[in-house]
């Protein structure tokens, strides 16, 4: 059973796989969602990718991830096929990048995606190609289209490929009933691996209380994949981590008027640690939750995970943690070492 945890390339989620444990990475696929292009760099987009092999090769090495392209688009608002100072759209130009660097990636397309993008993918040197189906993006009576579409639009174009379908119903409330529907359906098509994607874990710890370490929800994600896997032992798993939505995109946050926040998953639950106020001394008051935490029932211990370490760090003021991404970090390497080992 491989783990395929959705990751955005950010220093803290990078950091979260580059801290893993040498085991741990032979379990897992991450699935990398791409840098963003900010609206003013569109002229020069490709400045975005400027370090991207070198980036990650120094990340992760020789670990094998799925790249997903589509993300690089989000602020933009459209999927465009923007050309380098080379003439080469945005996907060639990224795989270009990951080949130099002898990353071991494989490229995602998503079931919409426009047919330049698919060509550009397909006509890769990987074998292995990564279809991204957002079930939580249309209703079911949409399924047997989108199915025929793949099938005509996609893998049809290069039945040589092998083909990894993701079902991602990222954190939509939808029934049982619907996802065995959709493993149903998308089973149908020629596949090497299925994955289910979905998470329960909050986007944000507004329910959380300051200076605090709080039970906040059970972890329905992983125990509806183990319903669904008793009637398809064959399909296999993937999340969001505990990072539904970065936070502090703008420039315009006041630091001060923050928290630190730490996300810690159990095999049954989702806790937050949060800090007090920033401005109120609110790292000091993370240190006492970290205390709280590693004198907890549920509590890995500091050999479990590199996050675990520094959460006893911390506890034991050994490590200052006073910026957002190092919990974030902290938070998902330990969720990736967990679920890793639970599947």
Not at 14 to 42: N, Q, R, V, Y
Not at 55 to 78: H, N, P, V
């Amino acid at each position: 059973m491989t783990y395929y945890p959705i990751l955005k390339i950010s220093n803290a989620e990078m950091g979260a796989l580059e801290h893993l444990k040498e085991e741990t990475i032979d379990w897992i696929t991450p699935i990398l969602e791409s840098k963003i292009i900010a609206k003013d760099k569109i002229e020069q987009w490709w400045t975005t990718f400027r370090t991207l092999g070198k980036y990650l090769r120094g990340k992760i090495g020789e670990m094998t991830f799925i790249y997903d392209f589509s993300s690089a688009f989000e602020k933009i608002g459209e999927i465009r096929q923007l050309k380098d100072q080379n003439g080469f759209d945005l996907v060639q130009h990224c795989i270009m990048a990951m080949e130099e660097a002898q990353l071991n990636f494989i490229p995602c397309v998503h079931f919409d995606s426009p047919e330049w993008f698919i060509n550009s993918v397909l006509t890769s040197n990987s074998e292995v190609i990564a279809v991204r189906i957002r079930c939580h993006a249309f209703n079911s009576p949409m399924e047997e289209i989108v199915q025929k579409r793949i099938l005509e639009e996609i893998i049809g174009l290069n039945n040589e490929k092998k083909y990894i379908l993701i079902l991602d119903f990222y954190n939509s409330p939808i029934s049982l009933t619907r996802m065995e529907t959709s493993i149903k359906v998308f089973s149908s098509l020629p596949f090497q691996r299925i994955v289910f994607a979905l998470t329960s874990c909050p986007e944000d710890a507004n329910k959380a209380a300051p200076n605090s370490f709080t039970l906040i929800c059970q972890r329905e994600d992983l125990k509806t994949f183990r319903k669904l896997q008793e009637g398809y032992p064959y399909i296999e798993y993937g999340d969001y981590t505990v990072r539904l939505k970065p936070e502090f995109e703008g420039n315009d946050i006041n630091y001060y008027n923050t928290y630190l926040k730490l996300f810690y998953t159990t095999e049954d639950d989702y806790y937050i640690a949060k800090s007090s106020i920033l401005e109120k001394n609110g790292v000091e008051s993370f240190i006492a939750i970290c205390q709280e935490i590693i004198e907890s029932d549920v509590y890995s211990g500091a050999d479990f995970s590199y996050g675990d370490w520094a959460i006893k760090e911390c506890a034991e003021k050994k490590l200052i943690i006073s910026n957002h991404p190092k919990p974030i970090e902290f938070g998902i390497n330990h969720h990736i070492e967990l679920t890793a080992r639970l599947l």
